[in-house]
Nanobody, 124 residues
Framework: QVQLVESGGGLVQAGGSLRLSCAVS????????MGWFRQAPGKERAFVAA??????IYADSVKGRFTISRDNAKNTVYLQMNSLKPEDTAVYYC???????????????????WGQGTQVTVSS
């Protein structure tokens, strides 16, 4: 069983920044693609960003503002969020795709294990 624990959420004003972290229990973490998703109130969970051996991919809504990265030595994936907007308010989840290493996907069903989520609230 792979465990993922997110942290770093909170309340920030529009234009501010936050860095989310996701610690992964799996020792072969560096092998797998990782993703960040978010669920805003009243909306379905949506893709934000993902990272694999080929680099990162992003939703159009966050491209240029968010950066996904990973530290394999710490079994941790990060989401640096800059220029935050009120519409970025959501619960953010990280997830691991055990079927991919050199590519990443936006498709949620490809991700087998998920964290519990961390709340990000952006005030206007």
């Amino acid at each position: 069983q792979v465990q993922l624990v997110e942290s770093g959420g909170g309340l920030v004003q529009a234009g501010g920044s936050l860095r989310l972290s996701c610690a992964v229990s799996e020792r072969t973490f560096s092998t797998y693609a990782m993703g960040w998703f978010r669920q805003a109130p009243g909306k379905e969970r949506a893709f934000v960003a993902a990272i694999s051996g080929s680099g990162g991919i992003y939703a159009d809504s966050v491209k240029g503002r968010f950066t996904i990265s990973r530290d394999n030595a710490k079994n941790t994936v990060y989401l640096q969020m800059n220029s935050l907007k009120p519409e970025d308010t959501a619960v953010y989840y990280c997830a691991v795709d055990l079927s991919r290493s050199m590519s990443a996907t936006r498709i949620q069903t490809a991700y087998r294990y998920w964290g519990q989520g961390t709340q990000v609230t952006v005030s206007s």
